[in-house]
């Protein structure tokens, strides 16, 4: 009964309207993380309320990405709502390529203000809001406390940096008994291998641009960052790990394969959550590591749902956005999934629900990680952009992508750091100068 009144709340008059109106179908385009999964189990009940249905096209997410940019550069008009980061969100906004959702702050039971406003902001441009978070995330340390212990390794409560972790890993490091030291990032992509590598290298003191937009790619700082993440990788990751991005390293750790990761906040939901993880009551969290500087260690990033400005269905889109990320959605995956596969890390009164806090008591540490991160001064020297884990400009997607290709080739051995980083050098002050930032 708590249930159905839930979702009745959740779907609101707005989604009466749209039944009333016709039905419609909608595509939604999305990847098939642990969220998005229980996302397309529930979704038949809004379906059922509002007489519309969905068409999901789920899809990994550099093809995810790959496809949605490509459509929405060209007017393409094959979706009605996209899976979208914090990266695209700000950007194809004030390209115009997405509707506003200002009027989401006209529903009081909706209640934007809930959502963390560091979220909001991170989702927005010229004052419009683009997109509403499913869940937003910083990252941290995911540890096996069983490991450890029987390594005989304390688990650090302060920060600690790099060269630390290192002594760690090598501690833990058991492949004759299936268990990898760590399990980090390799597959190449700007939102994958980089995600990772992106904060690794702030913490070395590296910057991706210096004030004057020149790339940076072939500094000191660099080649610390990237030689570290090889050669730790290298003695102490699984094989094959540069076809291993997030959902791969997922599995791994949950499958009880790895001693360590440095990854996304809100997979703590699911590692810890004895459904779907063997190691849920074997698992702790400590923060991502620094090195010369703890500014940018931990990235910032929201999975969120937009609406690209070509759908023809924008209010049955609208009505289907208001329902997947309400209060009510939220506690809908808190009945019927468990309160520790809640979604983390955008709203307010989801971070304070004593059932949430009781079943994922973490829940408090990603609130404060996530809060702690500060997007306009991720590493140890100023620089011109915005972003942690990527740069808020549309160039960086082009960047990113190539500069990951380039360490992962070097990763397997294929090339060296300096070679991976020389290349990247150059290919990155190409792409800024014909953009015009570099004269």
Known sequence: MKLLKAFAAATGIASLISFSAGAAEITVATV????????????PQWEKATGNTINWVVLEENVLRQRTTQDIATKGGSFDIIFIGAYEAPIWGANG???????FGDDAAYDVNDIFQLVRNGLSAKDNLYAVPLYSETSFTFYRTDVFKAAGV?????????TEFRDIVSKVHDPDNGVFGTCQRGKAGWGENMAFIGPLANAFGARWFDMNWNPQLDSAEWNAAVTYYVDLMTK???PGASANGHNENRALFKDGKCATWVDATSAANDVR??????????TDFFKAPKQATAKGTGWFWSWALAIPATSKKIDAAKDFLKWGTSKEYFEMVGETEGWVAVPSGTRQS?????????AAPFAATIKDAILSVDPADPSLLPVPYTGVQFVAIPEFQ??????????????????TVDTALANSQKFAVREMTKAGYIK
């Open 154 to 162: 304390e688990a650090p409560t302060e920060q600690i940096s790099y």
């Open 273 to 282: 959550n004895p459904k779907t993880s063997t190691v849920a009551d074997k």
């Open 97 to 103: 390529w997405l509707t506003s959702l200002n009027d």
């Open 32 to 43: 098939n993380n642990a969220d998005m999964i229980v996302m397309q189990k529930l979704a």
């Open 398 to 415: 082009g960047i990113g992508n190539y500069v990951g290709q380039q360490i992962s080739a070097a990763l397997v051995g294929q090339q």
């Open 236 to 238: 102490y990751g699984p």
């Open 350 to 358: 989801v971070h304070e629900d004593p059932r949430l806090l009781k």
